[in-house]
């Protein structure tokens, strides 16, 4: 939860990968003068749709490569195992990261450098420019390639929105507008819950990341080679106060706490929920796994107009691979993720396994500028089988907000910050300002561990 909740929940899928991982140090091209190249990013078999779909990509891939073999694993990107791998010889040729993981994967050297190759894909340059900055050094050398992206939003629920008087169509765009359709919501009774937040497994503390930049805060700053934490400030302690003050005073966010993202998905899919912070992409799961219909929800920019999380992924290439790995790696990377000619196949793809089209950054990633996003507009308008108006606002919000990505060592910052979360919502009588205090020196440790 660079991340998406697909970023935390597949993480436990990762390790699976591990054991059948093949060496990537040898580098001879196959027989026949064929390159075999290993992937990351294989859906695990759970994801049966999800799992087809990647195979038959596969297959497609290299049909029209015939020198390149594609042996795709499970997985996706494990920072506890990701150096013993790399050392081992088992981590794969390509293989996949969220936007957090680049800054450090280049600076010890784990990754190749891509600048030179990259050039005979010319379909780079039709990227957002701020999200290939994400995978370049200081020098301005490129080490990998972006394939999707997200920011966070108010995820709220329609239905609840009619039954308590407000317009589904008018989403709260302020802090105290979210506050105020909280009460009217939570005033519907029968257990409903107007306003949710996350509070454990680090997921509390990526969501006070992401109350942060709403407000208009960072969480660190960098001067020169040093990273310091940069939260304990007044604007941070206004998202805390309002989550304590809708918790205690107001008794809209109901009573059981400690939650995660499986908790509120199952609370607003049972629709028992009003609102809560995530990305669009938490729409399908409220569907597919929660019994949740698509024209019962909503997503809206983050409120405030200040600013957002912003998250996503890409691939970057093992750096023992030869020069004929990397370019293999470059041309899967491009058709499979980045391929603007594959956009409405890919659309038409889901659209015949009965997926959603029409929700933001699915099926294809908002990666685009210029002509490409253009077409990508018209095709997933044409396919759209949800209705697209309920999403309007948040892709017309995201154009004036100011897209923060997530802090280095993210995943240590996020366990100290749960506690944040956990004492605000769970202890009536928290002292805002000691919280942030005490959590101010252990953020200064994990910072002071960047390389």
């Known amino acids: 939860m660079h991340r998406t909740i697909r970023a935390t929940v597949l993480l436990a899928v990762t390790g699976l990968a591990v054991a059948a991982c093949g060496s990537s140090t040898d580098n001879k091209p196959a027989a026949g003068g064929k390159v075999t190249i290993t992937v990351t990013g294989q859906p695990p078999k759970t994801q049966e749709v999800e799992r087809k779909l990647f195979d038959q990509d596969v297959a497609e891939f290299e049909a029209a490569h015939p020198d390149i073999d594609i042996e795709p694993h499970e997985g996706f990107m494990d920072p506890k195992t990701f150096s013993a791998k ?162 205690w005073t107001d008794n809209t966010m109901g009573a059981k706490q400690l939650l995660e993202a499986t908790d509120v998905q199952q609370m607003m899919g049972s629709g028992k929920l009003g609102m809560y912070l995530a990305a669009p992409d938490n729409v399908p799961v409220l569907v597919k796994q929660f019994n949740g219909r698509y024209e019962d929800y909503g997503v809206a920019a983050m409120p405030g107009g200040q600013g957002t999380l912003l998250g996503g992924e890409g691939y970057m290439i093992n750096p023992k691979a030869s020069p004929e790995k990397i370019k293999a790696g470059l041309t899967w990377i491009t058709w499979k993720y980045l391929n603007p000619d594959r956009i409405e196949t890919q659309i038409k793809q889901y659209a015949g396994e009965k997926q959603p089209i029409g929700l933001p950054a699915i099926p294809t990633p908002d990666i685009w500028t210029g002509d490409v996003k253009a077409k990508q507009t018209s095709l997933k308008t044409q396919y759209a089988n949800v209705p697209e108006k309920n999403f309007q606002s948040y892709l017309d919000g995201n154009t004036k907000l100011k897209g923060n990505l997530e802090p280095p060592n993210a995943q240590q910052i996020y366990a100290v910050l749960d506690g944040v979360m956990q004492a605000v919502l769970t202890n009536k009588d928290a002292n805002i300002d000691q919280l942030l205090t005490d959590a101010e020196g252990k953020v200064n440790s994990a910072l002071a561990q960047v390389k």
């Open 86 to 247: 790399l050392a081992g010889g088992q981590l794969e040729d390509v293989y996949y990261v969220y936007f957090t993981d680049p800054a450090n994967i280049i600076a010890r050297r784990q990754a190749a450098d891509i600048t030179d190759q990259v050039k005979n894909f010319p379909v780079v340059q039709q990227l957002q420019q701020p999200l290939l900055d994400i995978f370049k050094d200081k020098a301005g050398k490129l080490y990998g390639l972006p394939t999707a992206n997200y920011s966070m939003g108010l995820l709220y629920n329609r239905a609840l929105f009619t039954k308590a008087g407000l317009d589904p169509d008018k989403p709260p765009a302020t802090w105290d507008e979210v506050r105020a359709d909280a009460r009217k919501i939570a005033g519907l009774g029968n257990d409903t819950v107007g306003f949710a937040d996350l509070s454990k497994n680090n997921q509390g503390g990526w969501h006070m990341v992401t109350w942060a930049y709403a407000m208009g805060s960072q969480i660190a700053r960098q001067d020169g080679d040093k990273w310091t934490a940069d939260f304990n400030n007044a604007k941070v302690k206004s998202a805390l106060q309002l989550l304590k003050d809708m918790r």
